[in-house]
């Protein structure tokens, strides 16, 4: 973020957030840590990596208690899931096999 190229330091902590989730990191540290780079977005108004973040979020509120208290009103608008160009097509069924995975419902993923 201090180049002033925002949207690549963001794009960054998109990485960053991934590999701590599949690294095994704390959830409830983990959820802060995306609040803040979701804080950071609004910011700096920056729309490119939002959605997946948003994703991510949604994975780590689910594993942490379902969403109940842990989850927001914004949402990843992931668009058509049946248009095979929809670049978000896949990280949307990435996660949601990761859900029901962890969350013991095996025979959907």
């Not at 950071?40 to 959605?51: F, V």
């Not at 979020?57 to 689910?62: D, Y």
Request: proline share 1%; with cysteine.
């Amino acid at each position: 973020l201090s180049s002033g190229r925002s949207d690549i330091g963001l794009f960054c902590g998109l990485n960053e957030i991934k590999y701590a989730l599949f690294s095994g990191a704390n959830l409830k540290s983990l959820l802060k840590r995306i609040d803040y780079y979701l804080h950071l977005m609004e910011t700096y108004r920056s729309e490119a990596t939002k959605n997946n973040v948003l994703l991510i979020r949604e994975t780590v509120s689910s594993l942490i208690d379902n969403g109940q208290a842990t989850s927001i009103e914004a949402s990843a608008c992931v668009g058509d899931l049946n248009d095979p160009k929809n670049k978000l097509r896949e990280a949307f069924f990435h996660h949601s096999a990761i859900r029901c995975f962890w969350l013991g419902h095996n025979g959907r993923c």
